[in-house]
């Protein structure tokens, strides 16, 4: 179905599935379908930060005493951060915005999207305080043979939803040959195809990014690189928005409670959809011991970062009904709690009072009584 | 009276319970407070990392709670008992 910036049909938004019915019209948000997409909205604005915001000048001489070791971890970390946000800033809105049908997911994705770029202006920031021309680190990331095979591995659901998308669009239903090979485009592939793409961005939001965030926060336990470990904590918060909504659609999905066909598919590729998990799982194992092959760090080795990930996923795995696969059940890095807590994020003055400043910022409520004291 | 938090736990073979008094901001703090381990990151509703399970009675939400959770399960870092609880630790 060719797309349309304006779906010219009077369609009801409220009937729709979130993914593969009518292309959105109106933008109005006085009504939805699934109201959490619209508090999300609320919620990530809420939130809304500028890197420029946080001083890091201090870490330039945090940066200088590490060990090379160190230097390698932080530096590695901070291109697979650079990575996993030059995709999310971008991908969500290419893959999902043309075979959206609500208004307020459609949003969602929108304002999802534009908050990964807020990180990605981040670590230009930071990497910019950190070495003047941050040429060399930005040109590794794609020379850099560990991190492309994670590029690898994260962008292609999401180029074959987006190529087989771009085929339905223009071709319709069918068997296609293109370049000589052969696609055969139904709306069952196509919801197949978004089902593991979303299973794919769930674990990316859900595990890929926590494994970065706790190298990150292991550096400012020991009173290191505090500036760089500020950003992450603002850029976590966001993160733990984002996984939350990849959980709604998941559930939504699973649970029966918005496209039927989904529910199905949710069914029927439960086993896919745990693998995309383990993979990922495997290569942040796989990656933590490229992190650390010149050595440890105080307070972090490669074994604890393996377990993290292991007990994270628990969590992350029966939160969409896949169970706890790993036998771990406490937590091997209990500190991360204190920087992922967000009263433990350090707000703008005006917002130090109410997190939600944005919205309510005057009160409007006058009693009867109010000018009691006054007299004429 | 003090509303009583009783904290089932199946690590063993043999379920073993703890009762706790409920005199806190919300659930998360009171098992905190007891040493029972819980997980949490925002404290604000929206991450979903101290989903529990609700075994007996009835919560009420301090705000609206983002986090996805499931059927018979609560977000302990934002409600607060109704009454007496049995939740899963």
């Known amino acids: 179905m060719k797309y349309t910036t304006f779906n010219q049909k009077n369609n009801d938004p409220l009937l729709e599935p979130m993914f593969f019915g009518n292309p959105v019209n109106v933008a109005r948000y006085d009504q939805q379908k699934h109201s959490i997409f619209e508090k999300l909205i609320e919620k990530q604005i809420s939130f809304f930060w500028r890197p420029e915001e946080v001083d890091v000048s201090k870490d330039r001489v945090d940066f200088q005493k590490l060990s090379d ?22 991908s969500p809105n290419i893959a999902f915005l043309p075979i959206i049908s609500i208004p307020e997911l459609e949003t969602w994705t929108e304002t999802w999207s534009f908050f990964e770029t807020i990180h990605s202006r981040s670590y230009t920031h930071i990497l910019r ?65 978004l089902f593991l793409c979303m299973n794919s961005v769930n674990a990316l939001e859900a595990i890929r990014f926590y494994v970065s965030f706790a190298c990150t926060f292991a550096f400012a336990e020991r009173e290191l690189m505090e500036g760089n470990s500020k950003i992450i904590r603002l850029i976590s918060r966001d993160e733990n928005l984002h996984l939350t909504s990849t959980q ?29 998990f383990l ?13 650390f092959k010149n050595g440890s760090m105080i307070g972090l080795n490669k074994e604890i970062l393996c377990q993290y990930v292991e007990f994270i996923a628990n969590h992350r795995m029966s939160a969409i009904g896949l169970g706890q696969p790993f036998d771990i059940k406490n937590n091997p890095l209990p500190w ?12 703008a003055p005006q917002e130090s009072e109410i997190s939600s400043y944005l919205v309510g910022q005057i009160d409007s409520e006058v009693g009867s009584n109010d000018f009691d004291e006054f007299e004429l | ?55 007996e009675g009835h919560v009420e939400y301090l705000l609206d709670p983002l986090a996805y959770i499931d059927d018979g399960e609560i977000l302990a870092c934002c409600c607060k008992p109704l009454g007496d609880i049995t939740i899963k630790a």
Not at chain 1, 151 to 158: E, G, L, P, R
Not at chain 1, 162 to 190: A, S
Request: charged share 25%; with cysteine.
């Open chain 1, 69 to 90: 070791s160190e230097k390698h971890i932080f530096i590695s970390n901070l291109k697979y951060q650079t990575l996993l946000d030059s995709i999310q800033g971008r």
């Open chain 1, 129 to 193: 305080n950190l070495f003047g021309d941050p040429s060399s680190i930005f040109s590794d990331i794609v020379e850099n043979e560990e991190i492309k095979k994670r590029a690898a591995d994260i962008s292609k659901y999401y180029d074959d939803l987006i190529f087989y998308t771009q085929l339905w669009q223009t071709l319709g239903e069918g068997t296609h040959t293109i370049h000589g090979e052969k696609h055969i485009v139904t709306m069952r592939t196509l919801k197949i195809k």
């Open chain 1, 248 to 276: 709604h659609i998941l559930n939504l999905w699973a649970k029966g409670k918005d496209d039927p066909e989904m529910a199905d598919i949710a069914l029927e590729f439960r086993d896919q959809a745990r693998d995309i």
């Open chain 1, 279 to 291: 993979d990922a799982v495997a290569q942040e194992k796989e990656w933590a011991g490229y992190l």
């Open chain 1, 336 to 347: 991360m709690n204190n920087y992922l807590n967000s009263d433990n994020v350090q707000v």
């Open chain 2, 1 to 55: 009276m003090c509303k009583k938090v009783t904290v089932v736990k199946y690590d063993s073979d043999i379920p073993c319970e703890q009762t706790l008094s409920f005199a806190h901001n919300n659930l998360l703090d009171c098992l905190l407070n007891n040493n029972i381990a819980k997980e949490y990151h925002c404290k604000e509703g929206f991450c979903g990392a101290c989903r529990t399970e609700l075994i």
